[in-house]
């Protein structure tokens, strides 16, 4: 049943058990890893290092994304499948962990590639790193629709999650520039950094099969016998505030994406200080780590919805300021990029925990309080964020394309024309204000939230 007249099904009142958040947060850390280095670095491999045009480069990154629109949600009806037969999504959770492999064979270019060949070799690994992402993304964030949680302990426990996927961004953030040699960064380092932070990602990932576990020992998982498949997929597409939610978090995630992948090219050349590349990262990234509980709060007073839409708000604010640029001075540009980052916060932690709201109003539930279809429901999510993960670096190439930027190979210092030089600023600045405004007239539209609220 979809439509403005549905009530959520009703929630028991368990508070989760410290440890077990603790250990299905731990997923998050490797998570963040592949959600951050590709989009922080990937392009500017390709343009700066492996010398691809950018037009190329940009298509290379959005091509593999594509394929994703179509591979989550059939992953997420292998998750269905797998709750319903086995009573648990563990097995695709551990083909998910084989990840860091594809992760580090992304940077690990054969040195005799450069151009066209290049971007060939990344784009195919890129595209075995997605699935694999979706064979472990999919089953994760199902968890806390499988759970017999309320309203309140939704956000809480993705709230746990929220802060070391903070962590795994803002480590992995700061340490990948680092390890791939900084101002002098050379095939070698990007390969180096490529093997470390895949050793990290497997362990957190592993840590967190097991942290699922025992959420759903702890929090009475459902044994489902719900549906699946086609049936499945169209209660979501068909669901309202699901279209509403998922449409404005596209936007989002396109926008957030986009910054992340013109973070190296603002500090190298509107800043002219590649170095401060991971002082960008760290205060966009940074703030999270602190404000989190805070957004908790806010929801938790004024509701989700509410406090997403202030977000969104603060997140164009800042961008606004970013596009003037050089003449406001440094430590105003840090401070608006630290405005991004407790926006960006919000807008991790709310539509993630408002989407298990949508599946328990949404779907059919099993005798246990389960919502059949949660891990359907997830792929189409997950298969939104990898699109806006594709569609931000590819917008901000093209910005770069029609500014007319110049590709080297590493250690090459080729000038820029005044036009490349707008477009990387007006890129990082002026597009995403625009973005997050559209996300925001989409977000507006979403009216589950207090009904929602009242059923927990």
């Not at 490529?194 to 957190?204: F, N, S």
Request: charge should be positive; charged fraction near 10%; include cysteine.
């Amino acid at each position: 049943m979809t439509g403005l007249d549905r009530r959520p099904v009703a929630a028991t009142d368990a508070t989760l058990p410290r440890g077990p958040l603790a250990g299905f947060a731990a997923g998050s850390l490797g998570m963040g890893i592949w959600v951050t280095v590709p989009g922080l670095l990937l392009l500017y491999f390709l343009t700066d290092v492996l010398a691809v045009e950018p037009w190329l480069a940009g298509l290379a990154l959005l091509l593999p994304k594509i394929a994703d629109v179509l591979l989550h949600p059939w992953v997420g009806h292998r998750a269905d499948v797998e709750q319903t037969r086995r009573g648990d999504r563990r097995r695709l959770l551990l083909l998910g962990c084989a990840l860091p492999v594809a992760f580090a064979a992304l940077f690990a270019v054969p040195g005799g590639l450069t151009g066209a060949p290049a971007a060939a070799w990344v784009a195919v690994f890129f595209v075995a790193g997605n699935l694999l992402f979706a064979a472990y993304q999919v089953p994760y964030l199902a968890t806390p629709a499988d759970l017999r949680i309320g309203y309140d302990e939704r956000t809480r426990l993705m709230a746990f999650r929220m802060v070391v996927l903070t962590l795994g961004i803002l480590v992995s953030g700061l340490l990948a520039p680092l390890l791939t040699g900084g101002d002098a960064a050379t095939r070698g380092g990007y390969q180096r950094m490529g093997v470390v932070l895949a050793v990290g990602m497997l362990v957190a990932m592993l840590v967190g099969v097991a942290g699922i576990a025992r959420l759903r020992g702890s929090a009475a998982a459902s044994a489902a016998s719900g549906h699946g498949g086609r049936r499945a997929l169209r209660t979501a597409l068909r669901d309202r505030q699901f279209r509403w939610l998922v449409a404005a978090y596209l936007a989002m995630s396109t926008t957030t994406h986009l910054v992340l992948a013109g973070v190296p090219y603002y500090a190298e050349y509107e800043l002219r200080a590649p170095g401060l590349t991971t002082v960008l990262v760290a205060a966009f990234v940074a703030p999270a780590l602190l404000v989190t509980p805070a957004w908790l709060v806010v929801a938790r007073r004024v509701g989700k919805q509410r406090a997403l839409l202030g977000a969104q708000g603060a997140f164009a604010l800042g961008s606004l300021v970013l596009a003037v640029g050089r003449p406001v001075g440094l430590p105003v540009l840090v401070g608006a990029v630290a405005v991004l980052g407790v926006a960006f916060a919000g807008m991790q932690l709310l539509p993630f925990s408002m989407l298990p709201d949508v599946i328990r109003a949404a779907t059919s539930t099993t005798a246990g309080g389960a919502a059949s279809g949660a891990g359907t429901y997830t792929g189409v999510w997950t298969a939104t964020e990898a699109t806006g993960a594709a569609l931000g670096p590819y917008a901000y190439a093209l910005c770069l394309a029609v500014g007319g930027f110049v590709a080297s190979t590493a250690g090459e210092s080729p000038t820029q024309p005044d036009a490349a030089l707008a477009a990387v600023r007006y890129g990082f600045g002026l597009l995403p204000a625009v973005a997050m405004l559209a996300a925001l007239l989409l977000q507006r539209r979403y009216t589950l939230d207090a009904a929602a609220r009242a059923a927990s």
